[in-house]
């Protein structure tokens, strides 16, 4: 079945460490985004790519990066240059307009301890 | 500037109870409205939304939009316990079709 697959589930960290979350997805979708969801303030999106070696900033990219060498992977690292990387980080794609909607994996809920 | 604002932010009914949940937005460019749940993960795809009158409906849910009030609807009816979860909607955002613009969301509590 395709979809998109996020690793860990769960990840804690020590301050002033770099973490990179995985996201894989196998259904042949060129947009890929990276959102962050913490309570009371929706989805903030964080980096956007809409194609192989090409990618954006989202509203809150500060203290993070992400690389896209593969169609299938974009891949996020929240550097200790994040101020508040607590959160529930969600990646998405789609493989046209965004108006026909996004596949969203189940998520990494990022700790910092 | 794009917005999406949801109401209410948070609602408690009774199983069986029906519901409202509003979605008002202002796109320039405005294309679709999407309707998604979230349970506890990831959120999963209800209802895409292009012309105003039409209504979109699975099982005991349903969604409307009105173009001219630019707002939409979703309307739960004979709810379960498992309707409980945070309803988002989103637009996609004006000059940029691939990223979408989300509402806060609607946290939905149904106790049996």
């Known amino acids: 079945d395709g979809g998109i697959t996020q690793s860990p589930k769960y990840l804690f960290r020590k301050e002033g460490q770099n973490v990179t979350l995985s996201c894989e997805q196998n259904l042949n979708h060129d947009a890929m985004y990276w959102y962050r969801q913490d309570p009371g303030q929706g989805l903030r999106l964080i980096y956007y790519s809409q194609i192989v070696n090409d990618f954006q900033k989202g509203d809150i990219a500060e203290g993070y990066s992400v690389s896209r060498e593969k169609k299938e992977s974009f891949p996020l690292t929240v550097t200790s240059a994040q101020k508040n990387p607590t959160a529930f980080y969600l990646c998405?794609?789609?493989?046209?307009?965004?108006?026909?909607?996004?596949?969203f994996g189940s998520g990494t809920r990022l700790t910092v301890v | 500037e794009d917005k999406v604002v949801q109401s209410p932010l948070s609602l408690v009914v009774h199983e069986g109870d029906t519901v409202t949940l509003n979605c008002s937005y202002e796109?320039?460019?405005?294309?679709?409205l999407l309707w998604y749940k979230q349970e506890k993960k990831a959120p999963t795809f209800l209802f895409m939304l292009?012309?105003s009158g039409i209504e979109k409906k699975s099982g005991r849910l349903s969604s409307i939009l009105d173009k001219k009030e630019l707002f939409s609807i979703l309307n739960i009816t004979a709810t379960q316990t498992g309707d409980s979860a945070v309803y988002l909607c989103?637009?996609?955002?004006?000059?940029?079709?691939?990223?979408?613009?989300w509402g806060l969301g609607t946290s939905l509590g149904v106790n049996p």
């Open positions: 796109v320039t460019n405005f294309r679709s």
């Open positions: 989103a637009a996609p955002r004006t000059g940029n079709n691939r990223k979408l613009i």
């Open positions: 292009t012309s």
């Open positions: 998405a794609s789609t493989g046209r307009e965004a108006d026909y909607g996004y596949t």
